[in-house]
């Protein structure tokens, strides 16, 4: 079993309702504290409906400080914006919140992400997934490592619904998810005929002597679902750049 994968908190499945409950249909007003991080369009041929997603942040997180700010708050780093420090150490970061509107502004779903930090954009990936675009949040991990946790999703007829996928030699299934960090990173395999996503991860090995196990997994879409495939082997995940083709399946 591939624990390391397995045992990751996965986006989709980690949403909450927000915090009065699902919201209910009515104009979409900007809860107190919140800026609209990203919004992206959406249309009926592609999507369903019309209307549009839009990424909710706090309105304390500064682009051009975004990097500074999750070290700061996820490891404790030393911001050179002491104002804007305190008013963080009074009141933590809202979470970042993801919501569907129709083409008149009501809301149709909207769902509080577990960070603070996230992304909404167009997955550039595959040309097959195009429908698709990436939420990507960031948690804190082990002591100063930081991870991004990316999802991709669609959008029809007013419902989030993320990509899954299966494998086929343990039977489990999924919702998809990419993870950069340390000695972690996936890319999409450009040279592969049928655009497959690749992700290396990196875990302890089970012995005092037995160094790391080397993850390498491929993610195949194939009739809508993606297919995983696994390879692994001991090493000390010694790796720079990311992993060569041929150690994937």
Known sequence: MFRYIACLFVILSCFSATRGGWAAPG????????????RIALDPTRDGFEGAAELLQDGRLDPAQMAALRQFYFVGDALADQRLARLIELAPLAPAVLRLLDRKGA???QRELESPFAKLEPFAGLSAM???VALSITRGGFGSV???RTALIAFRGGRVLPALFVDPESGETGTLELVRGVK?????????????????ACQ??????????????????????FRRLRAER???????DFPARALFP
């Open 107 to 109: 809301i149709l779903d």
């Open 146 to 148: 930081l991870e991004e």
């Open 184 to 200: 972690t990173d996936w890319q999409a395999d450009r040279q592969s005929k049928t655009g497959d996503l690749l992700q290396v």
């Open 27 to 38: 104009v979409a007003d900007l809860p107190p504290g919140y800026v609209v991080g990203a």
């Open 234 to 240: 001991q090493g000390f995940c010694d790796w720079e």
């Open 130 to 132: 195009r429908d698709h």
């Open 204 to 225: 302890p090995g089970s012995g005092a002597e037995s160094g790391f196990v080397e993850h390498f997994l491929r993610y195949r879409l194939e009739g809508g679902r």
